[in-house]
């Protein structure tokens, strides 16, 4: 069995995007379209640009697969970009700021910001969903679920108190019908109307995404190194989705302005029926994770995400050659992208969990796997 593991290519206006994911067990039943699902929700939200109306994301499946189950082998994936026109598309002739312009430009040493703007475009988010939407499969054939909603737009609050008290079907329910994929029922008048103003306004926004996952066993991740931190994996996984600006975990950084007893989750008997095991937590503050493992408790985690960098007003520069200042080039763009970032935050969890789960549980085969979650069971009755 080898280590779970991913890698993509492509450019925003190149031909395709490409995926491998390594270390998949045979026999996964895989759901094309259940990722294909995951593609249509990345593409929408209030807020979206004209880019999104071109693209049809639908996943090809190029390896890994025979007769709609995994053998085992890398899985390839496609995405072809119906805006393919890399060629074409002119030398900007100056920076965007807060884009990877500037600084692809001076590490290259060459005034060429679409050499860098291609691959730096959050357009490669899409391979990132379908890679983490088969990975997602793993986790879920074990009673995993992952769930991303907006909890902020623009600074406006859109969430409930206790996500985890509506259950899984109307959580579901109502991110189905919000715009933003928001829980609170209310919310979606007032953000349409934040949006529309940020646009007449030629502006963008930024906004904050929460993940919750559940039905994760205890021990997931390690204590022993700071890279085997499932704390850590998760952190740098999802501050490697481009734009975001932060990550917390439960409390988050609230936790450091409480005094100890109001952070840590006391310890308890579990009832006949509750969780794994033989405890329970009374709270979930640490957001199901201690020790860089996880708790047995739902993975809570809320990731900020900073407003799209291309603005229609544009946003003060220099022309490359003169020095003049100037506004940076408009072409296109949206006014947020938070509610999709929310499905890429998924898919992010998605390929990090898989890891970890098939780390501790790794067999060559669903069955193998299986077998070995079984056994870690029973022993943790004995614990
Ligand atoms: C992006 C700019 C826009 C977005 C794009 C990300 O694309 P374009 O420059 O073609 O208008 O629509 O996002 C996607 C293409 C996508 O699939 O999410 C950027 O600069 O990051």
């Given at each position: 069995?080898?280590?779970?593991?991913?890698?993509?290519?492509?450019?925003s206006h190149?031909?395709?995007?490409?995926?491998?994911?390594?270390?998949?067990?045979?026999?996964?039943?895989?759901?094309?379209?259940?990722?294909?699902?995951?593609?249509?929700?990345r593409q929408g939200g209030y807020g979206r640009g004209g880019r999104m109306k071109i693209e049809?994301?639908?996943?090809?499946?190029?390896?890994?697969?025979?007769?709609?189950?995994?053998?085992?082998?890398?899985?390839?994936?496609?995405?072809?970009?119906?805006d393919?026109?890399?060629?074409?598309?002119?030398?900007?002739?100056?920076?965007?700021?807060?884009?990877?312009?500037?600084?692809?430009?001076?590490?290259?040493?060459?005034?060429?910001?679409?050499?860098?703007?291609?691959?730096?475009s959050a357009r490669?988010?899409a391979?990132?969903?379908?890679?983490?939407?088969?990975?997602?499969?793993?986790?879920?054939?074990?009673?995993?679920?992952?769930?991303?909603?907006?909890?902020?737009?623009?600074?406006?609050?859109?969430?409930?108190?206790?996500?985890?008290?509506?259950?899984?079907?109307?959580?579901?329910?109502?991110?189905?019908?919000?715009?933003?994929?928001?829980?609170?029922?209310?919310?979606?008048?007032?953000?349409?109307?934040?949006v529309d103003?940020a646009a007449?306004?030629r502006d963008t926004l930024?906004?904050?995404?929460?993940?919750?996952?559940?039905?994760?066993?205890?021990?997931?991740?390690?204590?022993?190194?700071?890279?085997?931190?499932?704390?850590?994996?998760?952190?740098?996984?999802?501050?490697?989705?481009?734009a975001?600006?932060?990550?917390?975990?439960?409390?988050?950084?609230?936790?450091?302005?409480?005094?100890?007893?109001?952070?840590?989750?006391?310890?308890?008997?579990?009832?006949?029926?509750?969780?794994?095991?033989?405890?329970?937590?009374?709270?979930?503050?640490?957001?199901?994770?201690?020790?860089?493992?996880?708790?047995?408790?739902?993975?809570?985690?809320?990731?900020?995400?900073?407003p799209i960098s291309t603005l229609r007003r544009?946003?003060?520069?220099?022309?490359?050659?003169?020095?003049?200042?100037?506004?940076?080039?408009y072409q296109r763009s949206d006014v947020t992208a938070a509610p999709a970032a929310?499905?890429?935050?998924?898919?992010?969890?998605?390929?990090?969990?898989?890891?970890?789960?098939?780390?501790?549980?790794?067999?060559?085969?669903?069955?193998?796997?299986?077998?070995?979650?079984?056994?870690?069971?029973?022993?943790?009755?004995?614990?």
């Amino acid at each position: 069995m080898s280590q779970l593991r991913w890698n993509t290519a492509g450019e925003s206006h190149g031909r395709a995007l490409i995926g491998i994911l390594e270390g998949l067990p045979l026999g996964l039943p895989l759901d094309v379209a259940g990722i294909d699902a995951e593609l249509i929700r990345r593409q929408g939200g209030y807020g979206r640009g004209g880019r999104m109306k071109i693209e049809t994301d639908r996943v090809e499946v190029l390896s890994g697969v025979r007769a709609g189950e995994t053998i085992g082998s890398p899985l390839a994936l496609s995405l072809i970009n119906l805006d393919y026109k890399i060629d074409e598309l002119p030398v900007p002739t100056n920076a965007r700021p807060g884009h990877a312009d500037l600084a692809g430009s001076q590490k290259f040493g060459r005034r060429d910001p679409r050499a860098v703007l291609e691959r730096a475009s959050a357009r490669e988010t899409a391979m990132r969903v379908a890679l983490g939407g088969a990975a997602r499969q793993v986790l879920e054939a074990f009673g995993v679920e992952i769930f991303g909603h907006l909890v902020e737009l623009g600074g406006q609050p859109c969430s409930v108190p206790d996500p985890d008290a509506l259950g899984t079907a109307e959580r579901g329910r109502r991110r189905m019908n919000s715009e933003f994929y928001c829980l609170d029922d209310a919310a979606d008048e007032r953000l349409k109307a934040l949006v529309d103003a940020a646009a007449a306004d030629r502006d963008t926004l930024g906004g904050v995404f929460e993940v919750r996952t559940y039905g994760l066993l205890p021990g997931l991740g390690h204590f022993a190194s700071g890279s085997e931190r499932l704390t850590s994996k998760l952190a740098g996984a999802l501050m490697s989705i481009p734009a975001m600006k932060g990550v917390e975990f439960g409390l988050g950084f609230e936790s450091a302005r409480l005094p100890g007893s109001g952070v840590h989750d006391p310890i308890r008997a579990a009832q006949a029926g509750e969780g794994e095991g033989r405890y329970a937590r009374e709270s979930n503050r640490s957001g199901g994770l201690e020790g860089g493992m996880t708790t047995g408790e739902p993975l809570v985690l809320r990731v900020a995400m900073k407003p799209i960098s291309t603005l229609r007003r544009g946003v003060p520069t220099v022309d490359f050659e003169s020095l003049e200042p100037m506004r940076a080039t408009y072409q296109r763009s949206d006014v947020t992208a938070a509610p999709a970032a929310s499905v890429v935050g998924e898919a992010m969890v998605a390929l990090c969990l898989a890891e970890a789960f098939l780390a501790k549980f790794g067999g060559d085969s669903m069955s193998q796997v299986a077998q070995a979650v079984d056994a870690y069971r029973a022993d943790l009755g004995k614990i």
